[in-house]
């Protein structure tokens, strides 16, 4: 049983701080990772993908990812309240239908 | 169309009755995904269509559930003889992986809007 797991929060940050959001996977052959941003009432969207150990940037966020830990971050430098919202982490294992398994979430507020 | 498309948007339903939930893909994507998410939790898979192969059912969890592509373009998922437990959001999403392995484990799904379940 392939487990993705994510701390629920809420994760409370003040506007401008770096928040940090983690998510632990079971299935060592782990390749592909995502994250996904959820509003409250709204469907996830993509904001990073990674699948190489090291970090990769992207404006303020930046994914990280540690294959022999077994896990992978993602940091919002600069938080604005408009990222406070629901962050979903998703981990494609190899073989199968690669269906990704999604973590349950990581509830961030950023209050001004 | 632009993105993926659900409706109803809302389903209020007594028990015991049936429903059916639409979901119209990315035009072009051959896979779609069905996901039920339940209040404060992640997304949980239900059923997988990947062009003509069979799809995978390995995660709806009764025979009350099913849900066919026709074409393979639209997807209705239906729930027979409902349950208050099957309240929930139940999402859509669609992608293109293509069909080699490295772009398969690089599978980006785009979701739908979803359809609020209330079973009464």
């Known amino acids: 049983q392939k487990e993705v797991e994510q701390n629920s929060g809420p994760l409370s940050v003040p506007e401008g701080a770096i928040a940090s959001l983690n998510c632990t996977y079971s299935d060592r052959v782990s390749q592909s990772f995502f994250w996904y941003r959820q509003y409250s009432g709204k469907s996830p969207e993509l904001i990073m993908s990674i699948y190489s150990n090291g970090d990769k940037e992207d404006g303020r966020f930046t994914a990280q990812l540690n294959k022999a830990s077994q896990y992978v971050s993602l940091l919002i430098r600069d938080s604005q309240p408009s990222d406070s919202a629901t962050y979903l982490c998703a981990v494609i294992t190899p073989g199968g239908s690669y269906i990704p398994t999604f973590g349950r979430g990581t509830s961030l507020i950023v209050h001004p | 169309g632009a993105g993926v498309s659900q409706s109803p948007s809302n389903k209020v339903t007594e028990k015991g009755k049936d429903v059916e939930l639409r979901c119209d893909p990315i035009s072009g994507h051959t896979a779609l995904y069905w996901y039920r998410q339940s209040l404060g939790q992640g997304l949980e898979f239900l059923i997988y269509?990947?062009?003509?192969?069979?799809?995978?059912k390995s995660g709806l969890p009764s025979d009350r559930f099913s849900a066919e592509r026709t074409g393979g373009s639209v997807s209705t998922l239906t729930i027979q003889r409902t349950q208050q437990e099957d309240s929930a959001v139940y999402l859509c999403a669609s992608s293109n992986p293509g069909l080699a392995e490295g772009a398969l484990a690089k599978n980006i799904q785009y979701f739908g809007a979803g359809t609020r379940l209330s079973v009464l």
């Open positions: 269509f990947q062009g003509n192969s069979a799809p995978d």
